[in-house]
């Protein structure tokens, strides 16, 4: 049995696309999607009409991340106020693109999912971890070692920090495969994994897969992203180019420089002019003509 585990597409259709052709190139006989399938791309229906085509083409198993968690909420009233021209300008394209039948779909989805694909290939998926969508698992971390020696399965799959890595600790193999659509591995390319269960073991290969990311920008501009979330699709746009992650020390300045005067309670209430103080202090490079 071949699965091939994709996580964190953020609506990079491009990237999703050469990720499932070199799967099947490699023989994928199943799919897991770890979550945070939309958000931050241009393409949220494209990308989910592709992972429900995927659901009746072979054996598919979809988990809910922390982004289909902010769609949701948002449904219910909750999380505050998206508005075009802020940093949560990004949030907002995404929900204006959904169908109620997707959110439906989130709400059916969970972040922490047994996998049995039969003959002993049992596995635990989450999106962050077995507790909270949105705490990261990495390696020699105490927190990880109490997961894993909880857990009753011989893999534990997680996502949700966009960093590629295996860790096997007493027994539990656990495997992050990276992000197919928003990768913070030092390099552009599309990332998942490939495991082969055999022997009553999981053999996991971490794949690395080029795309057309400059095509992705330009759909990025035609769509308006740019124009719904200025700073934020910089900084998405710089880690799409390098494989480093820009949004994050953005973010985190920006809030530092709200707090310090007196403004923003959250990432979603920073003004816009800390997001451009720390963009320019950071020198985060504009998405270009």
Known sequence: MKLAVLSDIHANYRALEAVLRDAAAAGAEAYLAL??????????????????ALEREAPTFLLRGNREEYML???????????????????????SQLLPADLD?????????????GNGARLL?????????????????????RYLEACPY???????????????????????????????MGSPEARYALMT????YWQCSLRAVPYDVEALVEDIRQ???????????RCVVATLRTGI??????????????QERGTGGTWMDIPQACWEEAARRLQVPPIGP
């Open 197 to 200: 269960y055999e022997a009553g």
């Open 125 to 145: 998926a989450v999106h962050g971890s077995p507790e909270n969508s949105r705490e990261r698992l990495l390696p020699f971390d105490g927190a990880t070692h």
């Open 154 to 184: 011989p893999a534990l799959l997680c996502g949700h920090s966009h960093q590629a890595f295996l860790y096997p600790y007493q027994g539990t193999l656990l495997a992050n495969p990276g992000s197919v659509g928003l990768s913070a």
């Open 73 to 95: 909420d948002h449904r219910a009233g909750k999380g505050g106020s998206w508005l075009p021209g802020t940093e949560s300008g990004s949030l907002h394209y995404t929900y």
């Open 105 to 117: 779909r989130f709400a059916g989805w969970s972040s922490v999912l047994p996998v049995d694909l």
């Open 245 to 258: 992650n820009q949004i994050i020390p953005t973010g985190n300045l920006a809030y530092k420089l709200a």
């Open 35 to 52: 979550g945070d399938h939309v958000t931050d791309g241009p393409y949220p229906r494209r990308t989910l009409e592709r992972l429900y």
């Open 223 to 233: 769509c308006g992203l740019d124009q719904s979330a200025a700073v934020w699709t």
